[in-house]
């Protein structure tokens, strides 16, 4: 089983900026799909965002469109989430996510907290 570590976050000013980091054991990260989900107090885990395992268009809620953006490097095996124009209602713990076939991966989750 693959284990995820995040990393990257913090506490950041309305309208700043921070990058998320998610590396992955194994050997076939390639193979698989990447997400971050998020988690506020007191409310359901959503999703934020998703890269596909074979290159598609990322995919991304309504709530981050335009201010959030994934990526993926394969040969380091890690994904990215790149968060600008950052509001308090970001304020999270962020999750990575790894799928494909039976496995369906969970990192610890890593803290943002967007506040002035």
């Known amino acids: 089983q693959a284990q995820l570590v995040e990393s990257g976050g913090g506490l950041v000013q309305p309208g700043g900026s921070l990058r998320l980091s998610c590396a992955a054991s194994?050997?076939?990260?390639?193979?698989?799909?990447m997400a971050w989900y998020r988690q506020a107090p007191g409310k359901e885990r959503e999703f934020v965002a998703r890269?596909?395992?074979?290159?598609?268009?990322?995919y991304y809620a309504d709530s981050v469109k335009g201010r959030f953006t994934i990526s993926r490097d394969n040969a380091k095996n890690t994904v990215y989430l790149q968060m600008n124009s950052l509001k308090p209602g970001d304020t999270a713990i962020y999750y990575c996510?790894?799928?494909?076939?039976?496995?369906?991966?969970w990192g610890q989750g890593t803290q943002v907290t967007v506040s002035s």
């Open positions: 890269s596909a395992r074979n290159g598609g268009s990322p």
């Open positions: 194994g050997r076939t990260f390639s193979s698989y799909d």
């Open positions: 996510r790894q799928w494909g076939g039976a496995d369906d991966n």
